[in-house]
């Protein structure tokens, strides 16, 4: 059975910062790339940043050089640091995870949400 799990979300003012962790099981995680997504309220989920199983990146344009994401082979985990918050950050944040050589193998986490004060 695969599981995501987000942790990390919460309520923070316009400049702060979070660190959003995935904790993924049932899946090897090391041949999987990984990537964050967002949905804000009456928004369509949008790709916020990936992570290949080679570790190269890729980031919306609206998060470059204020998000870094970063993976731990060794503890199954995906990590989001998002540093100068803005409000328009604010959604529900979702880990997935897209086996590196069979595509149809997409999982979902949850979500965890993010809320930026102004």
């Known amino acids: 059975q695969v599981q995501l799990v987000e942790s990390g979300g919460g309520l923070v003012q316009a400049g702060g910062s979070l660190r959003l962790s995935c904790a993924a099981s049932g899946i090897i995680f090391s041949i999987n790339h990984m990537g964050w997504y967002r949905q804000a309220p009456g928004k369509q989920r949008e790709l916020v940043a990936t992570i290949t199983m080679g570790r190269s990146t890729n980031y919306a344009d609206s998060v470059k050089g204020r998000f870094t994401i970063s993976r731990d082979n060794a503890k199954n985990t995906v990590y989001l640091q998002m540093n100068s918050l803005k409000p328009e950050d604010t959604a529900v944040y979702y880990c997935?995870?897209?086996?590196?050589?069979?595509?149809?193998?997409?999982?979902w986490g949850q979500g965890t949400q993010v809320t930026v004060s102004s």
């Open positions: 997935n995870a897209k086996h590196a050589m069979r595509p149809a193998n997409d999982y």
